[in-house]
């Protein structure tokens, strides 16, 4: 029962994630990429500080006696690890937030999600091994992508190259988490990394952009939806599903995040893939999930 509890509310941190692609397109709409990124991650970060609070009160109640083998939290761990999140959000969210203005939310997400075998990759270049399954992932995301983004005369649209770029910076905002989430609370990094990326994102708005107050309250719906449920609620969402489920259970259920992007494409903006870009998302949603399987515990080998 606690394993369904943890899939089913990490279902619902997918479904928000993928829905997130057509608020960020509706979003074009209105004000300019960097402006919307700006908006997005203050307020964002807004949004989390009652939920910051609220696990802060839960924690204390829980706490019957402190153990002094419990390592301390240290503020300058939260600050720099926060700030380095933050700088690779502000990245990965800027590019594919440009991106997303010449392609579709379907494509984007699923271009997106190749972060899942990026990350392996990446980790290659700190030591970490690569298993089997992640090089036979790799080759499968190559041909998914190939299908799904190289037109005749080996053209990539610029909207799907520029997404792309951004998901190498996403990849490495995971690994830069994987390495400061024992050293600090959770919820507060995110706060601190959101914060950097907002204001980092209002910096380069005001040096590249026309921020315009109208057309940010114009596009409030939008901001709204990307901010405060995809921020604050899915975020949440996602820390409290993992405490019920495998790491390999929840990356496999997260990764249909790209699966609801075309989705919710498709039923809110009317976009369409032929059969070879659907043959594409196809072989690049197995390419995730498979990157993500770890056999032992699968077959529940100790």
């Known amino acids: 029962m606690r394993q369904f509890k943890g899939s089913l509310i990490l279902l619902t941190t997918a479904i928000i994630w993928g829905t997130s692609f057509v608020s960020q397109k509706l979003g074009m709409n209105y004000i300019e990429p960097l402006t919307f990124g700006a908006a997005r991650f203050l307020l964002g970060a807004l ?114 190259a520029v997404v792309l770029i951004g998901t190498i910076f996403w990849a490495l905002q995971i690994i830069l988490v994987e390495a400061y989430i024992d050293k600090v609370d959770g919820l507060k990094l995110s706060f601190v990394q959101f914060l950097t990326a907002g204001a980092l994102s209002a910096i380069a708005a005001i040096i590249f952009e026309t921020p315009r107050i109208y057309d940010i309250v114009a596009c409030a719906g939008p901001i709204l939806y990307t901010a405060v449920v995809v921020v604050g609620v899915a975020y949440t969402l996602q820390i409290i599903g993992q405490k019920y489920t495998s790491s390999t259970v929840a990356a496999i259920i997260l990764s249909l995040e790209a699966l609801f992007a075309v989705i919710s494409g498709a039923i809110f903006l009317n976009e369409s893939m032929n059969p070879r870009e659907l043959l594409g998302c196809f072989l690049m949603l197995v390419a995730v999930i498979i990157t993500q399987i770890e056999p032992e515990e699968v077959l529940e080998i100790e």
Do not use: H
Request: overall charge positive.
């Open 47 to 160: 949004a989390l500080i009652p939920v910051i609070r609220i696990f802060d009160l839960l924690n204390k109640k829980k706490e019957i006696a402190v153990d002094e083998d419990r390592p301390e939290f240290k503020t300058e761990d939260l600050i720099k690890g926060g700030i380095l999140c933050g700088i690779a959000i502000f990245l990965g969210a800027s590019t594919q937030q440009w991106g997303i203005v010449y392609t579709t939310a379907g494509k984007a997400g699923f271009i997106t999600a190749l972060y899942i075998v990026i990350v392996p990759l990446l980790g290659m270049f700190i030591g970490k091994r690569t298993k089997l399954l992640t090089w036979i992932g790799v080759i499968l995301a190559v041909i998914g992508l190939y299908l799904l983004t190289i037109q005749e005369g080996f053209f990539i649209q610029k909207g799907d």
